[in-house]
């Protein structure tokens, strides 16, 4: 094997390592989304109208703080994910439609979550969504 070709070899490991990176920076994304909905839910459990009583003691509800830290967070993420993108070929030309699909894919997320903790059925069109999210983000890649 000549030099030529242990170049490209390592070159493609490297974007091999930055695809897989990026896809955990994604799911890792995805948690912390449905966990940052959860945490704002439970919060709002409480919520008895909008009074500013009501307001304010949401506001300094645990639920909510640890909701908009692990939303935050989340969004952070969102950004390095975002940026990893744009260091890959075959996702340079296409950053709307990632933004776009990776911003959707957390919706599958927050589903799961809410039907396995918070007990909601999973409806029709919830289903056909995910899979229509998943479809995209499989053509995505390809």
């Known amino acids: 094997m000549n030099l030529k070709e ?3 070899i390592k070159l493609k490991k490297i974007k091999m390592n930055q695809l ?3 896809i955990v920076t994604i799911l890792i994304y995805n948690v912390l989304v449905a966990i940052a909905v959860l945490f704002l839910g439970l919060a709002s459990i409480n919520l008895t109208g909008f009074s ?7 506001f300094f509800n645990l639920y909510f703080i640890l909701g908009l830290g692990v939303s935050f967070g989340a969004r952070m993420l969102f950004t390095v ?3 990893q993108a744009s260091n890959l070929n075959q996702l ?17 997320f927050v589903v799961v979550v809410n039907s396995k903790i918070l007990g909601d059925t999973l409806k029709t069109n919830q289903i056909i969504g995910s899979a229509i999210i998943i479809i995209g983000l499989i053509l995505l890649f390809l």
Request: hydrophobic residues 45%; glycine residues 0%; positive net charge.
């Open 6 to 8: 242990k170049y490209f």
């Open 20 to 22: 897989v990176s990026f």
């Open 52 to 58: 500013i009583r009501s307001l304010t003691n949401l």
């Open 81 to 83: 994910a975002i940026s």
């Open 92 to 108: 340079q030309n296409s950053a709307t439609s990632l933004t776009y699909i990776v911003s959707l894919s957390s919706l599958i």
